[in-house]
């Protein structure tokens, strides 16, 4: 072999080392040499000595094709209780949100030391929220859901319309569901319902008593 070849047999075996991943940044880091084919080793090794000559490398061979990778999967993000912070005009309706808030997520942390019905008095919380947003507009809870229901569930991308729509959350039922938190404990135990009410109501007082 010459020069040329026994250059181009040691790149092929870095190369193919390589896309195989049997040479990366954490396995056989710095040990090039040493995982290399024995016969290249050999030609290194009776190299070693020679002194260096410039070796023309420029060929039609094609670039390595290193192997395609599926994209990692895209994370989602859990649904958060009013679909996260609201910015809202200060005041009782602020207030009693805030305190929602904080209180869901201090539960969020300490699951384990509340019993299996904790979510039912988020449900309750979220009631009288609405109920004391309606009261601050002059109406009555009803009449504040359902006249701002449709232009909040505009603002909601589809992924989460759909949760809605699995946790039978309309314009027609949301108040019934709000009351079950007041009337059925266990009823109001379902969290994920729970999150769903939330989400639209939020939006709602985003309308309403947003800054």
Known sequence: MNGYEDSLSILNDISNKVSSKVIDTRKNRGKVIEILEKKNRVLIDSNSSKPFNKVNLNTNIPALQLAKRQAPRTKKKAPELFDGILYLRSGQVSDLYRDIFDLYNYYHQKKDHFSQYFPSLIRMSMRLLAE?????????????LKSNF???????????????????VNEDTIEQLLHIGAHNYKAANNLDQTIAISIILGKILAITHGR
Do not use: G, R
């Open 150 to 168: 449709k232009n909040a569930k505009s603002n909601l991308d589809s992924d989460v319309k759909t949760t809605l729509s699995t946790q039978n």
């Open 132 to 144: 004391t947003a309606a009261s601050d507009l002059n109406t009555q809870m009803s009449n504040y």
